[in-house]
C-alpha cells in the first residue's frame, strides 16, 4: 500500500526557516515524480513545487521560487521541503503528493501544518 | 500560467439526483500527443484530496462508477449521476499540460 508520511511543520516567525519532510512507501520511490500542495486555512489548492524522480529537475509556483527549495533522498525514500524567508501567506498545510504514469497526484499525505507567525 | 475557473462554487443536491461541475481552462489542455492532461480531486471535510479521474475521462482505481469526466479542449465536466452522502464535500480540477500546475477555485457539494 502506498504511504506518504509528512512530518516538521510547526509555527516560525516570519523571515525565519523550517524543513519539512515526507516519508514514503510502498512504491518504488526513484521512478517517480513528487510534488508539495498546499491549503491556506479555508482556502483551495495550491501546487507548490515538483521534483523529478533522479532528482535533476524542479520546478516551482512563481510565489515560493527562490525561498523555497525542493530536494530528496532516494536511499532513504524521502522527500524535502526547506522554506526560507517564510511569509504569513505561507501558513497553510503542506501535502505531499505522488505522480503516477499517467495518473496525476494519485496519493497525498495526511499533510503537515505550517504557520508563520510572530 | 493557465487558469483554471469551476463552477459553481458550491451546489446543494438531493441524495438520488445527479450533481454537475464545470472546469474551464484558459487555454487548451491537450497535448500534441493527443491526450488532454485535466484532472478531478475530491476532498471530504477534514481528509486530505483523493484522485477522481485522470486525463478528463479516466476513472481512478477503486473510483465508483456514479463518477464521470467528459470534455475537451477548454471545457470539461465532472457528473455524478446519483449523489450519495460520502460523495460530500469540495470538488477541484487540475492542468497537467503545462507548469505551473493549477487548480481551480473548487466546487463545494452539500447533500
Known amino acids: 500500500e502506498v504511504e506518504m508520511l509528512e512530518s516538521g511543520g510547526g509555527l516560525e516567525q516570519p523571515g525565519g526557516s523550517l524543513r519539512v519532510s515526507c516519508a514514503a512507501s510502498g512504491f518504488t520511490f526513484s521512478r517517480h515524480a513528487i510534488s508539495w500542495v498546499r491549503q491556506a486555512p479555508g482556502k483551495g489548492l495550491e501546487w507548490v513545487s515538483e521534483i523529478s524522480g533522479s532528482g535533476d529537475s524542479t520546478y516551482y509556483a512563481d510565489s515560493v521560487r527562490g525561498r523555497f527549495t525542493i530536494s530528496r533522498d532516494n536511499s532513504k525514500n524521502t522527500l524535502y521541503l526547506l522554506m526560507s524567508s517564510l511569509r504569513s501567506e505561507d501558513t497553510a498545510i503542506y501535502y505531499c503528493?505522488?505522480?503516477?504514469?499517467?495518473?496525476?497526484?494519485?496519493?497525498w499525505g495526511p499533510g503537515t501544518v505550517v504557520t508563520v507567525s510572530s | 500560467e493557465i487558469v483554471m475557473t469551476q463552477s459553481p462554487l458550491s451546489l446543494s443536491v438531493p441524495p438520488g439526483q445527479p450533481a454537475s461541475i464545470s472546469c474551464k481552462s484558459s487555454?487548451?489542455?491537450?497535448?500534441?500527443?493527443?491526450?488532454?492532461?485535466l484532472y478531478w480531486y475530491m476532498q471530504r471535510p477534514g481528509q486530505s484530496p483523493h484522485l477522481l479521474i485522470y486525463e478528463v475521462s479516466r476513472r481512478f482505481s477503486g473510483v465508483p462508477d456514479r463518477f464521470s469526466g467528459s470534455g475537451s479542449g477548454t471545457d470539461f465536466t465532472l457528473k455524478i449521476s446519483r449523489v450519495e452522502a460520502e460523495d460530500v464535500g469540495t470538488y477541484y480540477c487540475?492542468?497537467?499540460?503545462?507548469?505551473?500546475?493549477?487548480f481551480g477555485g473548487g466546487t463545494k457539494v452539500e447533500i
Open positions: 487555454q487548451s489542455l491537450v497535448h500534441s500527443d493527443g491526450n488532454a492532461y
Open positions: 487540475m492542468q497537467g499540460i503545462n507548469m505551473p500546475l493549477t
Open positions: 503528493v505522488k505522480d503516477g504514469l499517467p495518473t496525476r497526484f494519485d496519493a
